[in-house]
Nanobody, 125 residues
Framework: QVQLVESGGGLVQSGGSLRLSCVAS????????MGWYRQVPGGQQRDLVA????????KYKDSVEGRFTISGETAKRTVDLQMNDLKPEDTAVYYC??????????????????WGQGTQVTVSS
């Protein structure tokens, strides 16, 4: 089984910083990309915040570029998100997610997207 375990998050004042960490474990052959999504209160979907591919390519949501930094390596199955200059509109549940090849049997694997349980980030004004 594949698991993504997040840590970090919490309550911070506007302008403050938080760091999120995620570790993937289980029957994983290869992670193609790994990153962070968020779902705002009352929101219907999870939006990309930042992700990194196995080739080291990084993509950020426009509104966080310059404030958030993603780091880590898919080969090491870890990814961190340093969030600086946080704003109230960054308040959301943040989810770690990975697209990976899961080993399901001898010489068998399947590709899929996996999610962590989510961690709350609350920014007060």
């Amino acid at each position: 089984q594949v698991q993504l375990v997040e840590s970090g998050g919490g309550l911070v004042q506007s302008g403050g910083s938080l760091r999120l960490s995620c570790v993937a474990s289980g029957s994983i052959n290869q992670i193609n990309d790994m990153g962070w999504y968020r779902q705002v209160p009352g929101g219907q979907q999870r939006d990309l915040v930042a992700r990194i591919t196995k080739d080291g390519l990084i993509k950020y949501k426009d509104s966080v570029e310059g404030r958030f930094t993603i780091s880590g390596e898919t080969a090491k199955r870890t990814v961190d998100l340093q969030m600086n200059d946080l704003k109230p509109e960054d308040t959301a549940v943040y989810y770690c997610s990975a697209v990976l090849w899961e080993i399901i049997g001898p010489n068998q694997q399947r590709s899929g997207r996996f999610w962590g349980q989510g961690t709350q980030v609350t920014v007060s004004s």
